[in-house]
């Protein structure tokens, strides 16, 4: 992309920060009042033209405003300064809430995604570490119907969980209740992460041994949280209902979704994806800002938030950053106790 003036990328970020705070298009001459632009309307029109050939603008009609693009957020995010969201009654509450579930693993992580999700006011994602250390207790299988299997399973960590496995075939209760004592002996004791090779395990039924083999990798794979979905339908940018589904869509404990997240979380301080910038199309009118999170200084798992590229991202940013740091700290006292 063509290089561009000071005065252009001046231009360009005061357009975006006006675009965050109306959702409309901006105006050469409401741009020039609100920002204090020192030249005339006419000279930052001519500015915002160059910007549209540029890409970093565009303009939906003659007679409109300017939309900024891709480009442009980009610009506006990279020349963002930390803290500047910073509200020390939230962060006093964040804390009081999570030292709250201190050495409740799980409730920490949804309560973390809640929070988020209820300050942003974007849907919020937590995603919990890459395997579950816990170990397999207790398990049972119970037959259904003649092609319906029930698989129920309890961990250490107290974490108990169920899948309806449809079979191939018809399995007697009989075969059932063998195959559930092959598997007590094979998997009880064992982590849920090493749970899911059963391949040796004498179960003749294909459908009914790839549900097993799939309801024990989704046990012992990171665990996705995902609060607020129903502020996407507050963002005008969302009206559009081919827009809203895809991104409905993607708001699921899904692959896509968990990729979004660790796309953008590369480190402990919160990054931003922009557009197609995370590489999934289904997203590509949305914003990613996401950090990883730690306990006991190892890299455990990522958290942020999605929304439109018309994002308040000075508060995502300082939000996800405040979070990510508060929930470690809860996860390390939950290792400790």
Known sequence: MEEITQRQKAVATAVVAEHIQTAQP???DSLRQSHGFSCSSATIRSEMVRLERQGYLNQPHTSAGRLPLGPAYRLYVNGLRPGAARLDRDVAWIQGE???VAGQHEAALRLSSGILSRITRYPAVVISPGEREARLIDLSLTSVSARNVLLSFLDDDGRGDEALI???GPVTVAEVERIEGLLRERLVGEHLGAAAPIDDVDVPDAGLLRGLRGAFEDAG???VYVEGTTFVLDQPEFEESERLRRVISILTPSPLLRRALEEAAGSAAPAVCIG???GIEALRDCSVVAATYSAGGRRT??????GPMRMKYELALEMVSIIARNLGQA???SEEQ
């Not at 798992?301 to 999605?306: E, R």
């Open 166 to 168: 449809e079979t191939d």
């Open 98 to 100: 999570l030292r709250r």
């Open 221 to 223: 794979s990171a665990r």
């Open 331 to 333: 996860l390390s006292r």
């Open 276 to 278: 197609l910038e995370h």
């Open 301 to 306: 798992g990522a958290l942020g938030v999605l």
């Open 26 to 28: 901006v105006g050469s």
